[in-house]
C-alpha cells in the first residue's frame, strides 16, 4: 500500500467507526471495551479462548492483507483457537460465530497443507 491509500483508508474507517459509535452510544461502547479491563471478564475462560483466537487471527489477516506476507506457520495457531473457540462456543452458542471459525479451521488446514504436503 503507498501512502495516500493508507490515509484514504484510515480516514475512511475512522469516519464510518466513529458514525457506528455514535448511534450506538458511547456509553455502550465504552462500557464495552471497559470489560476487557475487569477481573470478572478474564475469570471466564470463554473470554481467554475468544481473545486469543481473534489475536491469532489478526495476526495473520493484517500483513497478508496490507503487505501481501503471509506467516504460514501461524496457521496451526489459528486451526487451534478455532477449534478451541467452536468448543467453547457452548457459552455463547452463535451460529455465526461457529460457522465463521469452522470455516477459518478448514483454511487454517489448506495453508498449513500448501506447505506440508508435497
Request: hydrophobic fraction near 55%; proline fraction near 2%.
Amino acid at each position: 500500500m503507498n501512502i495516500e491509500q493508507i490515509v484514504w483508508a484510515t480516514t475512511a474507517a475512522f469516519v464510518l467507526v466513529m458514525f457506528t459509535y455514535y448511534k450506538t452510544g458511547w456509553d455502550k461502547i465504552r462500557d464495552c471495551y471497559g470489560l476487557w479491563f475487569t477481573k470478572e471478564y478474564w475469570d471466564h475462560f470463554y473470554n481467554k479462548v475468544e481473545a486469543a483466537s481473534w489475536t491469532a487471527k489478526a495476526i495473520i489477516i493484517i500483513p497478508g492483507l496490507i503487505f501481501g506476507a503471509s506467516i504460514w506457520w501461524l496457521y496451526w495457531l489459528t486451526l487451534i483457537t478455532s477449534l478451541t473457540l467452536i468448543w467453547a462456543s457452548n457459552k455463547k452458542l452463535l451460529p455465526t460465530l461457529v460457522a465463521f471459525n469452522t470455516m477459518w479451521a478448514w483454511l487454517s488446514c489448506m495453508v498449513l497443507a500448501q506447505h506440508l504436503v508435497n
